[in-house]
DNA sequence: AAGTGGTCTAGACCACCAC
DNA sequence: TGGTGGTCTAGACCACTTT
């Protein structure tokens, strides 16, 4: 019981501060192995679950990666993928102004992965929304989307059953222009949008469907389309990888 | 070791799997207290940190939280901020469209609660947004902003340090309408904005400073203010409570 | 085959909170 | 004061990856 030889702070926070200070350093650089479990219990002489506490630690924060039976590394974040939530105005003053943020790959590089549609009872702010009735089924159009092969994004489109029946949005496949081709024929054209963006941690579910990393959050785009006479016509429901997304906005005064 | 009896999955992972059924199902309710450590020790028959695990697990997605000598409690998210990022149209056709998500409290009924002002050198990326030398200090402006007492918001903003010197944008107190007014008076009125929105897990200065609950992350909002003439005046870095916000933009087709 | 992280046990002491 | 969660120990077996 040598506990009172440090000031109050437990032991796993010092190893994981330990090893925060050396990553921070660039002792251990992203890709790098760092000392695992059987490491910290020897240099620090501490049990395997004070170890693993710290490690636990610093993977909470998104600063290492296990690899069941070859180690602990630090983490790399590579890949971004910056989305422009308005990206019309193409060739303003604007876009030449340099970004805090740097980003590979555009948000239309991505493939489809599977799609499912069917007809189910809309979620309660969705119903409200599109304003159809409560339990009422509408139509919902599920996609995951990948960047090289690595899931990035789920969404879920959801739509006035009565309003898009008999049209290709009831298909897989929507046709040229996708969906809001469709609307626009039917006359719906979507011309006003409002996204609202949340965070938070992921459920097992979207852990394994996007191949999330512990410690990575997702984020939430909720995007409404509004037609001319200010209908709500559409509510895509997404949720992102944040390790792989930049979401960018332009606004003018 | 009747380990082989359940089909492979992890003992803690089926206790968590029960405990979100049970919160899902409405069997407990948010601030409800639900069955902690010793409770789960005694039902499940497994070790304590076989309990933790399962508790660990939860925690971890934000669904319930743990009060230290007091017990395990569903988490509930009561306030949030609507912070909307282009709020000018005040009075057009698509403010009556319902919202998916809720919020109670506008952005404007925060408090700052302290400020500080300092030169130092820029972050690499702000010093090549902002077109200033790389390692020549910048103006640097740090607050922190509260709802009803609870911190939720640190913003820092960047500036030349010679387009602001001798202004009130190096004091703490910016003045009527603030930095962007100041800036205004001086010729560097901003009429263009970018934001970039990311998200990750908190570090520890992070967490202690907004007061946030294990299991949530933080939402990162870099404004860049651009002037008439298309140079960047401002760099404004933000972190939030991401279970206090939801992010709102609108725009048209 | 050796080493790694993942799971699990059966104990223990502590600080903190409610009663 | 008794119960709670937080920290910690010293073992163990497993599945997995690497060599």
Known sequence: MNRRTVGRQPKYQRIAADL????????????QRI?????????????RMTARQ??????????????????????????VIRRRGVQRLSLNLWAQGKSVWSADIDDRSLE????????????????????????????????????????????????DAE???????????????????????????PVHFRE?????MPNAEETAGLGLTPGTPVTLICRTAFAEDGRAVEVNDMVLDSSAYVLEYEFDA
């Not at 925060?20 to 890709?31: E, L, N, S």
């Not at 990666?65 to 590579?78: M, N, S």
């Not at 609202?196 to 938070?200: A, K, P, T």
């Open 20 to 31: 925060k200070a050396a990553i921070a350093a660039g002792t251990y650089t992203p890709g």
């Open 35 to 47: 000392p695992g479990e059987n490491d910290l219990m020897a240099t620090y002489e501490v049990a």
């Open 54 to 79: 710290a490690l636990a630690t610093l993977r909470s924060e998104g600063l290492i990666e296990a690899r069941k039976g070859a180690g602990i590394f630090v983490r790399q974040y590579e890949v």
């Open 112 to 159: 489809v992965d599977s799609v499912s549609v069917m007809e189910e009872p809309a979620p309660k702010g969705v119903a409200a929304t599109l304003d159809t009735p409560a339990e009422a089924p509408v139509c919902v159009r599920r996609r995951r989307f990948l960047l090289d092969g690595r899931p990035v994004l789920f969404a879920t489109s959801y739509l």
């Open 163 to 189: 309003l898009v029946a008999g049209t290709a949005i009831t298909q897989p496949d929507t046709g040229p222009g996708g969906i809001y081709a469709r609307l626009d024929e039917i006359g719906h054209k």
């Open 196 to 200: 609202e963006i949340r965070s938070r």
